[in-house]
């Protein structure tokens, strides 16, 4: 599924020809696309087809198409504060660009039958904390996983207030899906061959709508072996933070804060990094047509506007060839510069900087 869009070089390029094509609608979803970068969560090696429109599978990892990510997002209408259950959470990608508009307040649970792809997930998401520049752009939900079949989870667990279903739900299922969503939530699923927008209206009544057509791998149904009541899966707590993480949710934020009222008293505007120019294609005008035995042959005819354009298309080759040579400079993490310039010991300034590298 997928081939929406056109590819692109690179993770902005797609997301600005998912915007073009209306898949994403909204800022904070665009920004949530823009601050996790697709080609993270391939393997080495395959990077290279992260930035186009279609799904991408090996072994137990799997991705679906950028347009899906993006009409499911849109879909879950997310806000800060919300619960997010991904039943079939993969890789992280989407739990992870979930988490950055639920923010630190709101719950982020993802069930996943294969525990090596649970690994690849976490692996993914401590790569994420630890290194990318966006994590301290946001105020972050940390998805917490779990490894089972998400067609056993225990009777007694939460509700939620946002939840997705990232393989095909069988008819029979649907109302095994419902029950989880809190009155008022919306549930995003694949079901006979549509993605489907559900909302919760009542203790019984609930609203429907197709999204887009799909098709989808169906849910693993649990074998017979499978269905004693020990294998069912119980979701992480929704636990109450303590007070040394608040302390340092609202340190981060008054930093974040202070850095954008003295940027913007300054006039100072965080520049972008820029983006790479697509090359330009060059077109010569066919001016003749000449018989060679018996075909039509077209021949270009040489002039004064073709040599001008190819001396201008070279030389701008040639600066964007220079320009390419050149290092480029890292952009400044300003909260980061501030928490180390802060007179406290290195341990607390490693814990508000929630022990990242960079």
Not at 123 to 146: R, T
Not at 176 to 197: A, C, N, R, S
Not at 225 to 233: H, I, Q
């Amino acid at each position: 599924m997928g081939g929406a869009v056109s590819a692109g070089e690179d993770n902005d390029d797609l997301i600005d020809n998912l915007k073009e094509a209306q898949y994403i609608r909204t800022e904070r979803v665009e920004q949530a696309f823009r601050a996790i970068d697709r080609g993270d969560y391939y393997l080495e090696g395959y990077r290279d087809n992260a930035y186009k429109d279609l799904a991408w599978k090996h072994g137990n990892i799997h991705l679906s198409a950028p347009c899906i990510y993006s009409e499911v997002m849109e879909a879950l209408k997310l806000q800060p504060g919300l619960s997010f259950l991904n039943l079939g959470s993969g890789t992280g990608y989407l739990s992870t660009m979930v988490g950055l508009i639920l923010g630190p307040f709101g719950i982020n649970h993802g069930i996943e039958l294969h525990p090596d792809v649970v690994e690849y997930a976490k692996e993914k998401l401590e790569s994420f904390i630890k290194y990318s520049d966006s994590f301290d752009k946001f105020e972050f939900c940390e998805p917490a996983f779990v490894v089972g079949n998400c067609l056993q989870i225990a009777s007694d667990s939460n509700q939620y207030d946002r939840i997705y279903c990232g393989a095909g739900v069988q008819k029979d299922h649907e109302n095994y899906m419902k029950i989880l969503l809190k009155v008022g939530g919306i549930l995003v699923m694949p079901i006979e061959d549509q993605l489907t927008q559900i909302l919760r209206t009542g203790q019984n009544t609930w609203e429907s709508k197709n999204i887009l057509a799909v098709s989808f791998a169906p849910l693993v149904q649990p074998s017979k072996n499978d269905s004693s009541k020990n294998d069912t899966v119980g979701l992480p707590p929704c636990a109450v933070r303590n007070l040394q993480d608040l302390a340092r949710i609202y340190i981060r934020r008054t930093l974040r804060n202070y850095i954008n009222e003295e940027m913007h008293a300054k006039g100072i505007t965080q520049k972008l990094p820029p983006k790479r120019k697509r090359r330009r294609c060059r077109r010569r005008r066919i001016n003749t047509y000449v018989f060679v035995g018996n075909q039509l042959i077209p021949q270009p005819l040489d002039s004064e506007d073709d040599e001008k354009m190819e001396e201008e298309n070279k030389e701008e080759e040639d600066k964007e060839h220079n320009e390419a040579l050149k290092p480029e400079e890292p952009p400044r993490n300003l909260l980061r510069e501030k928490i180390m310039s802060l007179p406290l010991p290195e341990s607390l300034k490693a814990y508000l900087t929630y022990y990242r590298e960079k």
